[in-house]
């Protein structure tokens, strides 16, 4: 999946419909947000798989931080210009497609995060082709 692709499958699945410009900014503010949870290492090998220039959103901020499913949802509402998705949205919209244009080896390792994250919540919530409900932590 290239960028422009990804874009619009976000654009496509949003409840709102939003347009590319919207797109842009959830993807944006989740990928940053996710870089930030994530460990430098476990964000480098997730932006490996990401077209274009989406990757440097993932890299570009201070990763390993610790916080709660409600706060990362939180920090990715504040970071988004749109008001067309709000972050609850944006967050399941945007993982859910990212999952789907990954490999599956480094899909299960994020999935295998959010579990030990405390994030099953918003990651069942996300629409991915994965089967992200059935895998425990570790699994693969």
Do not use: K, W
Request: hydrophobic share 35%; aromatic share 4%.
């Amino acid at each position: 999946m290239d960028q422009a692709e990804l874009l619009e499958t976000v654009s496509d699945r949003a409840a709102a419909d939003a347009d590319e410009e919207s797109a842009d900014d959830a993807t944006r503010a989740v990928l940053q947000t996710l870089g930030e949870r994530l460990s430098a290492d476990e964000a480098r090998d997730l932006a490996a798989q990401l077209p274009g220039d989406l990757s440097q959103h993932l890299t570009g901020g201070e990763s390993g931080q610790r916080f709660s499913e409600e706060e990362f949802v939180s920090r990715i509402d504040r970071r988004m210009d749109t008001t067309e998705l709000h972050g609850e949205e944006a967050a399941t919209t945007v993982l859910g497609t990212v999952l789907e244009a990954v490999d599956e080896s480094e899909r299960a390792a994020v999935v295998d995060r959010f579990d030990r994250y405390g994030f099953g919540e918003l990651l069942a919530e996300t629409d991915a082709d994965a089967d992200v409900d059935e895998r425990t932590p570790g699994e693969y």
